[in-house]
């Protein structure tokens, strides 16, 4: 700790900071543009020049660090004197656009110039221009505007992973620019939106749309991956207008992915459902929410009173609130129903009933910056976590050594130290390598249980897979032996591959030796949650692959588009088509329910009140932002006076908060939630380590932009290059050991689907499968995301002939 | 792609450096491609970026901030002239003035058959030797004359 | 890191002029009397590489060699003239991993081109000079950056590396010991700014020339984030000597204050510009006699003494004064690089000071607001003024602009450019007055 003065404040701070962070700490405003606490010191606004005491001249208060005794003066005369020259030398080249600037009311530049800068200009001068670029359909430039001060650059380079925007150019001709014709692909880019200190870089479907002051600001938790950003959401006359991030240290930050920034324009899509609909006769008819539900209820009650309860599936989308799994769950158990299940996207359910408690990442959000040593099985981190994998790069750039195991090879824009890329079935194998390596290091020599040595017998381990054993171990680096940070995580690949339950065992197996933290990474907002409230079948239930598998007379889907949000597209259809009633509750209309009976409509979560239980288990509840649009009603609700309709007891809530207490038990839920979080298992699972299997395997990614009924309606984020038609993507050795070339047309088979699909070259993908995206139209007549498929060439002219 | 020659003449330049530092040679990547094509083209400096492994809005920042490289087709000749105090204390403007009306173009222009391309140079760190000029940046010629300008150009038909 | 061994290429470098050589004291320059000044065969015939030899084969220790040159009284010849003993000494001693030695030879300051004579004319010397530096530092590896424009005096200074590491005077465990280094040649581009030292080493890894906020200085951190040192070339150069004679003898060369000899780079208009290596302290007036005195027999008006980053002195000032440290200061400017650019009295100083901040303007390198935006400023406000639309504020204008770019740019090429619009309008002011109410120069009527 040093002893400093400012502005005759004593304080004391620690050693190594900055006088901004001093002045910061205690109140005392230095303005500035170029400074951000999460990104590299550049010191090239000099808007926050003060003064040193004994220093002759002016020091730039964001980069100079405080030494013992230090007296600065922040508004003395030579420190304001050299603020206000800075000041107009900032100005003399900026329009004078305020008046039609989406930034005006909220700039830095203005609010400090208004402080520091001088009436009028002496500057009569011809001012400089600058042409705007287009880097996408997110941000739009008025580069005109442009300080220089490369927070963007700084940010998409040390937080993005990798330089897309530059300063290109020399002195006063330097104009910052992505390469040429380029844009600006981050998931994390509207970042640069709130990091800009002016109106260069603004929101592009935002912009013009409404000014700042005209906005009301209300908080809310991103409802898309299981991160749970915390957000602000802004508001004008009754529509959302935009959401920013809330800053929230342990969790997003300051920031927020593209997703959970730019998903609020699929609230505003004309697909919504604003009415009640019943199909007549085969046509779609609008009625009121009495007879809707009347409806809906009375087909679910002779169903389940003819066929019994297990007539009913009841299928819940992950980024449901806890609330509305709580009640479907209850309604169902009601109904004599156990086919509950919100883990639509995922095929092997062998560990049901095996587990210790609820399966979550197994560490803070925070503590991952801190590890020093990952394994990432089977995960497209930034496709899965964008905002999440950045605190990964944070572990990495300081050091950590990161292994991947994976289908895909998709660059995860920071450093792998060891990496194998194999077939999804292979992965298994790949893992017992590491697990036998590992215990066979001389340090950790610990026992295997006989079955697992056994199992382990007849695998031989590669060269890099022992590397990463070694790395896992801590060998040879300097790390921290008596209290290991390594994690070991699985991702959405994982989680949603037939062999799951083999490539958990053995993960849990890996990080029991190495002392490893980690677990699953679940997909969505509310994946957690859902688990911990059991909204699961029990033993005698179905789960949610089986609910298709076997079809169900009825169908009870909240929030859901069946063949786009489940783990086999094809059986999802069916299932609904051959159904004799099928009830969703929707904020959306959607060629994804043509099947459907009934749609209710229900409130998104911006237009109701709720709660979603994050990846590290925190409960975080938020309240609507804006009333339901048109005679959209909160699910918890509609759920509500349906199990009313139904003549079922214990539904008397009047509030959203009453259920989240009788979820909870009137406990506090970080309590419930230490209780329950555990990833062990309670026995050993059988588990098959040398199954060959040969054929092509399905890798069905779920992009970005198409994971929830939300994201799939934001316009600009489908214009982004994330959003692709689904293709059968495969490496060069794999298309020609196929007999095919790239741009070929093929019919992709799986059981009981198949898709027409263009041959695309990619590397990244392993030998052995073939990439074809989920969750799009173009692929909907597939099967199981990860899964066996066969890839033939697709004759048209014979299909045409016959 | 870049020629054999030129990965050559790169590769050595990378021995210099790091072996994590392959970008450090960036300058003179950028340098060699231009030797060899002229110009420095979007798609050479992408081409540059990527043998580097590094990305090409860095190599772009690069190529825009020096001013040797040229972005824009330079002609057969590049010629370019000093025009700094003391190139300009010795009379450089006679120099510029006839090399203009002889050669009919402007800074920053190309002779109509693509052969000479006129710049303004900065101190080339060469001003005991003013007035002077540089050919394609590499070949500097001193105490010029108008004369000596006429000897130069003959010799660059 | 490779190190390869290209066959030297025959380099042949003309012998200058030898009548031009007299009154001036060759240090640095001390091949300049041989027929193939530039050769390893002229440099060894001369006792080069002796000290080097001798230090790293008798393991000398760092902190003597230091202290020499502490007692040499070197002082930095890149411009800033700190101490190079002092210096040395911030190298830290004990370091786990790689430290670099930086050579600056990027001479762009106009008026400025000493260096460039020492890469051609006696680059073994340099070599030396850097090898020993690098002994005494504990740098494995060194670069030489050389000013882009003077590309064949590159090739000369990587041919004259070659011809070194094929002798065994750089490379691995020289002379029998466990002393290896790489010494490398490297190139700028065109980017004055690449001369201060942090810019310098943002470009040898690759990026823009950009300075870096200092602390931390290079000596800490550097290239690739190592310990660095940062020397001018003729600072280096200057080491084979003083270890050959020993600093005191070399301080004796010199007045206090500033030790050894100078290599003055005269330019503009004299009879015979070029570089003249001279004992600080030489009296300007015979400084300007070695170079032939005003041209056209004409009459001096005023001179640069250091570079454009140096105050213009008049005739009157500079009259008198001795070329050192402390004369030149002492006379109202300073040192600098040695550069002295010579105006005699045709010269109009509007249309000069107006050539020199467009090149300001121009080398700028965008980083921070004060340099990037008011460089671009002052030189617009000359410009309508050279151009007949002057207003008498505009005087007042450039001073206040000028006052405020200087001391709150991150690197000093902001003191650099507001120095000459500063001392030209102090010292000339009569002929901006003239200028604005007239339209037209005072000096040539135009
Ligand atoms: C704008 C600017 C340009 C400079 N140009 C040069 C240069 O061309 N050569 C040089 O040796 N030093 C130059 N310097 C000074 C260097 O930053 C540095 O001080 C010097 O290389 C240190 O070497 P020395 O201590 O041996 O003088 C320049 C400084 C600035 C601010
Ligand atoms: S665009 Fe904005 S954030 Fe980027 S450099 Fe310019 S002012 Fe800064
Ligand atoms: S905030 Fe300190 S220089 Fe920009």
Redesign the pocket.
């Known amino acids: 700790m040093v002893q400093i003065e400012i502005d005759g404040k004593l304080l004391e701070v620690e050693y190594g900071s900055t006088i901004i962070d001093a002045a910061d700490k205690i109140g005392i405003a230095i303005p500035r543009f170029c400074y951000h606490k999460k990104l590299s010191v550049a010191a090239n606004c000099r808007m926050c020049l003060v003064q040193v005491e004994k220093i002759a001249k002016p020091l730039p208060a964001c980069a100079t660090p405080v030494a013992e005794g230090m007296k600065i003066f922040t508004r003395s005369k030579q420190a304001v004197e050299a603020q206000k020259s800075v000041m107009e030398f900032l100005l003399i080249n900026h329009p004078l656009d305020c008046p039609i600037c989406d930034q005006g009311g909220e700039c830095d530049l203005q609010d400090i110039a208004v402080a520091y800068g001088a009436s009028g200009s002496r500057y009569t001068e011809e001012k400089r221009v600058v042409l705007n670029k287009n880097i996408g359909p997110l941000i739009s430039t008025d580069m005109t505007r442009c300080i220089q001060c490369t927070r963007c650059v700084r940010f998409l380079k040390e937080v993005g992973g990798v330089q897309e925007l530059g300063l290109v150019g020399r002195g006063e001709h330097a104009e910052i620019t992505a390469y040429v014709d380029k844009s600006v692909n981050s998931e994390l880019s509207g970042n640069i939106i709130d990091l800009c200190p002016v109106g260069a870089l603004t929101s592009k479907p935002f912009r013009y749309s409404a000014r700042g002051w005209e906005l009301t600001r209300r908080p809310s938790i991103a409802p898309h991956d299981g991160l749970g950003s915390h957000i602000e959401v802004h508001v004008k006359d009754n529509k959302v207008m935009r959401v920013l991030p809330r800053e929230k240290e342990s969790i997003n930050e300051c920031w927020l992915s593209d997703r959970d920034r730019y998903s609020y324009e699929g609230l505003n899509s004309s697909d919504r459902l604003k009415v009640p609909m019943i199909k007549h006769n085969g046509a779609w008819v609008e009625t009121d929410w009495k007879t809707a539900l009347e409806f809906a209820a009375g087909q679910i009650k002779d169903i389940t009173k003819q066929h019994g309860g297990a007539a009913l599936g009841v299928l819940v989308s992950p980024n449901s609130t806890m609330e509305e799994g709580y009640l479907i769950k209850e309604l169902a158990h009601g109904l004599g129903c156990d086919n509950v299940d919100y883990r639509l996207r995922q095929t092997d359910f062998r560990l049901d009933g095996k587990r210790a408690g609820t399966p979550w990442m197994g560490c803070n959000i925070q503590e991952i910056e801190t590890l020093d040593r990952i394994l990432l099985i089977g995960s497209n981190l930034r496709n899965e976590h964008p905002l999440l994998a950045q605190r990964f790069r944070k572990a990495v750039n300081n050091g950590a050594e990161l292994s991947i195991v994976s289908p895909l090879d998709n660059n995860p824009l920071m450093d792998i130290a060891h990496k194998v890329i194999v077939r999804p079935n292979d992965m298994v194998n790949v893992l017992g390598q590491i697990l036998k390596a590992m215990s066979k290091l001389q340090r950790l020599s610990l026992c295997l249980p006989p079955s697992l040595e056994l199992l382990l017998s007849n695998i031989k381990v590669r060269d890099n897979t022992q590397a990463m054993a070694e790395s896992l171990a801590g060998l040879g680096g300097e790390v921290d032996l008596v209290a290991p940070k390594v994690g070991i995580f699985l991702g959405n690949m994982a989680l949603s591959d037939p062999r799951f339950t083999e490539m958990y065992s053995l993960a849990e197996a890996i990080g029991g030796i190495c002392g490893a933290k980690g677990g699953i990474l679940p997909a969505a907002a509310n994946s957690t949650g859902m688990h911990l409230m059991g909204v699961m079948p029990s033993p005698l239930g179905m789960h949610a692959r089986a609910m298709l598998e076997v079809p169900r007379r009825a169908y009870l889907l909240l929030n859901i588009e069946p063949e786009l949000d489940c783990q086999h597209a094809a059986l999802a259809k069916a299932a609904m088509a051959q159904a004799e009633c099928v009830v969703a509750l929707t904020a959306y209309k959607s060629a994804a329910l043509e099947n459907a009976d009934v749609l209710l409509p229900i409130a998104p979560f911006s237009e109701t009140s709720g709660t979603f239980m994050s990846m590290e288990g925190r409960v975080q509840s938020f309240a609507a932002v804006t009333k339901p649009l048109g005679k959209c009603r909160p699910a918890w609700k509609v759920l509500r006076v349906l199990a009313n309709t139904l003549g079922l007891k214990g539904f008397e809530f009047d509030s959203s908060e009453q259920v989240k207490d009788k979820i909870f038990n009137g406990e506090k839920p970080s309590a419930v939630v230490w209780r329950s979080m555990n990833n062990n298992l309670k026995e050993l699972v059988e588990i098959e380590v040398n199954v060959k299997q040969d054929g092509l395997q399905r890798i069905g990614e779920v992009p970005q932009y198409e994971s929830d009924p939300i994201v799939r309606r934001s316009a600009p984020l489908q214009k982004t290059k994330y959003n692709t038609q689904p293709m059968a993507r495969m490496r060069a050795e794999q298309i020609v050991a196929l007999g095919l070339v790239e741009g070929d047309t093929v019919l992709a088979r799986q059981d009981k689907g198949s898709a027409v699909l263009q041959v695309k070259l990619d590397n990244h993908v392993a030998m052995g499968c073939v990439r074809v995206t989920a969750s799009h139209a173009g692929s909907v007549g597939l099967g199981d995301l990860m899964g066996d498929i066969t890839i033939e060439k697709y004759e048209q002219q014979a299909v045409v002939r016959a | 792609m870049l020629s054999a020659e030129s990965i050559k003449r790169i590769d050595y330049e990378i021995t210099k450096y790091p072996a994590d530092q392959r970008r450090a040679a960036v300058m003179s990547a950028l340098r060699i491609v231009q030797t060899e094509r002229g110009w420095l083209s979007k798609e050479s400096i992408s081409e540059v970026a990527a043998y580097l492994r590094m990305p090409d809005i860095a190599a772009m920042e690069v190529a825009t901030f020096y001013n040797m490289y040229d972005l824009a087709p330079a002609g057969k000749y590049k010629i370019t002239i000093c025009t700094n105090i003391s190139c300009m204390l010795r009379d450089s403007d006679a120099i510029v003035l006839h090399l203009q009306t002889r050669l009919g173009v402007g800074f920053n222009q190309v002779t109509a058959d693509g052969k000479f391309c006129l710049k303004e140079g900065e101190c080339m760190g060469a001003c005991g030797g003013a007035p002077l000029m540089m050919v394609n940046n590499h070949t500097m010629h001193e105490f010029l004359t108008t004369e000596k300008v006429d000897v130069v150009l003959e010799a660059l038909k | 890191m490779t190190t390869r061994v290209a066959k030297a290429k025959d380099v042949k470098v003309k012998a200058p002029v030898m009548s031009d050589l007299k009154g001036q004291t060759l240090l640095c320059l001390r091949t300049m009397k041989e027929k193939n000044p530039a050769s390893l065969a002229t440099y060894e015939k001369l006792g080069g590489y002796v000290q080097l030899k001798r230090i790293v084969a008798e393991k000398v220790k760092a902190i003597d060699i230091i202290n020499q040159v502490k007692v040499s009284n070197l002082r ?7 101490p ?1 003993g002092l ?1 040395w000494s911030f190298m830290p001693r004990y370091f786990d991993g790689i430290k670099y030695l930086v050579c ?1 030879s ?4 106009p008026g ?1 081109f000493k ?1 460039r004579d020492i890469l051609r004319y006696n680059p073994h010397q340099l070599i030396e000079g850097m090898a020993i530096a690098a002994y005494t530092l504990g740098a494995r590896v060194g670069y030489n950056y050389i000013h882009g424009e003077i590309w064949q005096d590159y090739e000369i200074f990587e041919n004259a590396l070659h011809e070194a590491r094929a002798a065994g005077y750089i490379g691995e465990n020289l002379f029998g010991t466990n002393f290896s280094v790489d010494l490398y040649a490297v190139h700028g581009y065109g980017a ?2 690449c ?3 942090t810019a310098l080493i943002e470009s040898i890894e690759g990026k823009k020339g950009q300075p870096r906020f200092k602390p931390p200085f290079p000596a800490s951190y550097g290239v690739f984030g190592k310990p660095t040192n ?4 003729e ?1 280096f150069a200057s080491i084979p000597w003083i270890l050959q004679h020993g600093g005191e003898a070399f301080a004796a060369l010199g007045v206090p204050n500033s030790g050894g000899t100078k290599l003055f780079s005269v330019s503009g208009h004299v009879e015979k510009p070029g570089n003249y290596e001279v004992k600080m302290g030489t009296p300007f007036s015979e400084l300007l006699g070695m170079a032939g005195g005003v041209w056209k027999g004409g009459k001096l008006k005023a001179v640069i003494p250091g570079g454009p ?1 140096t105050p213009v002195m008049t005739a009157e000032m500079i009259q008198n004064a001795t070329m050192d440290y402390d004369g030149l200061s002492k006379a109202g400017s300073s040192l600098g ?1 040695g550069s002295m650019i010579v105006m005699d009295e045709t010269t109009c100083m509007v249309k000069t000071l107006k050539r020199l901040s467009y090149f300001f303007y121009e080398e700028s390198c965008g980083q921070c607001t004060p340099c990037r935006e008011g460089t671009g400023w002052v030189y617009r406000v000359i410009n309508r003024i050279a151009s007949g639309h002057g207003k008498m504020e505009d005087l007042e204008l450039l001073t206040s602009v000028s006052s405020n770019i200087s001391g709150r740019t991150i ?3 902001g003191d ?1 450019a507001a120095t000459p619009v500063l001392s030209f309008i102090k010292h000339f002011r009569s002929e901006f007055e003239y200028y604005i109410q007239h339209g037209k120069s005072m000096v040539d009527g135009k």
């Open positions: 930095g010849r890149g411009g800033a003239g700190f190079t210096k600056n990027d001479e762009g300051e400025t260096d004055y700014i001369g201060e030292e940062v020397n001018n070339t600072s980053s690089a690197c000093a090429l650099a």
